[in-house]
T-cell receptor, first 111, second 116 residues
Framework: GQSLEQPSEVTAVEGAIVQINCTYQ??????LSWYQQHDGGAPTFLSY????GLEETGRFSSFLSRSDSYGYLLLQELQMKDSASYFC????????????FGTGTLLAVQP | GAVVSQHPSRVICKSGTSVKIECRSL??????MFWYRQFPKKSLMLMAT?????????EQGVEKDKFLINHASLTLSTLTVTSAHPEDSSFYIC????????????FGPGTRLTVL
């Protein structure tokens, strides 16, 4: 089977740093993406890792370890507007490069 | 750039009726579009992959005759929920991948379907 596991909920305060983990078990792996989704909205792309290591994009960074089938999203200098659901997603490659989404993590940022 | 729209954004229908949802790539051509279903506070579940000019590929457990997908052009894919029932109520989201270059998917704003 295929699975991408994330913590269901994370709570943090404004200005803090939070890490959201993702462990995956999939048939086929091309890369790991991270998406943000506010309630009732569309998922928006945050970051992508195809190779091991850290990718930094402003306040957001993403890490991948292919040997451990593990990745994380790091959010720094948290703001209230960062309260949302965060999903990791595995790209399976191939002609269509389908995405398989993780279970999702609801981040609540408190004042 | 890379904007994907969906229409309608919300729809309420009676049980037994069919509902069509449109997904359009507004400023790029999409050879491949994807349809997802999302229950409240749950993950996005891939339903099918839609390729322009060919039959859609459905994920395991998704009824082809229930969820009809048509990808008639490089900018439009439609999902028709046939003979809808209350258990079909959900948030349906499409995404599109550009015909050239990046493999990134661009997501539409979603359609909330409520079947009474």
């Amino acid at each position: 089977g295929q699975s991408l596991e994330q913590p269901s909920e994370v709570t943090a305060v404004e200005g803090a740093i939070v890490q959201i983990n993702c462990t995956y078990q999939t048939s086929g792996f091309y890369g790991l993406s991270w998406y943000q989704q506010h309630d009732g909205g569309a998922p928006t792309f945050l970051s992508y890792n195809a190779l091991d290591g850290l990718e930094e994009t402003g306040r957001f960074s993403s890490f991948l370890s292919r040997s451990d089938s593990y990745g994380y999203l790091l959010l720094q200098e948290l703001q209230m507007k960062d309260s949302a659901s965060y999903f990791c997603a595995v790209s399976r490659g191939g002609a269509t490069n389908k995405l398989i989404f993780g279970t999702g993590t609801l981040l609540a940022v408190q004042p | 750039g890379a904007v994907v729209s969906q229409h309608p954004s919300r729809v309420i229908c009676k049980s037994g009726t069919s509902v069509k949802i449109e997904c359009r790539s507004l400023d790029f051509q999409a050879t491949t579009m994807f349809w997802y279903r999302q229950f409240p506070k749950k993950s996005l579940m891939l339903m099918a992959t839609s390729n322009e000019g060919s039959k859609a590929t459905y994920e395991q457990g998704v009824e082809k005759d229930k969820f009809l997908i048509n990808h008639a052009s490089l900018t439009l894919s439609t999902l028709t929920v046939t003979s809808a029932h209350p258990e079909d109520s959900s948030f349906y989201i499409c995404s599109a991948r550009a015909a050239s270059g990046t493999s990134e998917q661009f997501f539409g704003p979603g359609t909330r379907l409520t079947v009474l």
